[in-house]
């Protein structure tokens, strides 16, 4: 992501941002990162040592993109979640989609703050927009029902890319912070 800080806003969702995660976000990417392990590739605990390698290397990729949700409620800002995208062989590979913890009041939701990080990306990059899911995480019909389909099926994860005749693109306005 190299030193570029970007954030995605939409008139639809006057309440939510997507802001690049800087080095005050690291430890609330690793915690739940490890608490919610078994559904993503890496299943070992992440200590502070290897998050702060990744972070440094992160910063360094200028193809790299991670964003912490947010929502203003009742005029306080709250972190939602998180999510990325890293642009390899023209496909915006999206990872790390994560739902924190729900917070009362709030309306916001993560398929939202996705549409909105992938009209970023069709309007930024016009590139195929894909992920990785393992076969074991229910986010899988999540990503169905947003209008992501199944592109390739391996023994244990799911390659799945954007249909653009279901998905919905959105509006959006995009800075650099």
Not at 15 to 29: G, H, K, V, W
Not at 41 to 69: A, P
Request: proline letters at 1%; aromatic letters at 14%.
């Amino acid at each position: 992501m190299s030193s570029e800080k970007i954030e995605i806003v939409s008139h639809m969702f006057p309440a939510l941002t997507l802001r690049s995660i800087e080095e005050a976000d690291i430890e609330s990417l690793r915690f739940y990162k490890n608490k919610f392990k078994d559904f993503f590739f890496h299943k070992d605990d992440i200590d502070h040592v290897q998050q702060m390698e990744w972070f440094r290397n992160y910063l360094q990729r200028s193809d790299d993109f991670m964003f912490i949700v947010e929502e203003e409620i009742h005029g306080e800002l709250f972190h939602l979640g998180s999510m990325g995208f890293r642009i390899m062989a023209g496909v915006a590979d999206i990872y790390n989609v994560l739902r924190w913890d729900r917070v009362a009041g709030g309306r916001a939701r993560m398929g939202d703050a996705l549409r909105m990080m992938c009209s970023f990306i069709r309007r930024r990059f016009e590139d195929k927009i894909g992920c990785k899911v393992l076969i074991n995480n229910p986010a899988k019909e999540w990503y169905a029902k947003i209008g992501y389909r199944v592109s390739k099926a391996h023994d244990d994860y799911l390659e799945l890319v954007v249909d653009d005749q279901e998905f919905v693109y959105i509006e959006i306005d995009w800075r650099r912070t």
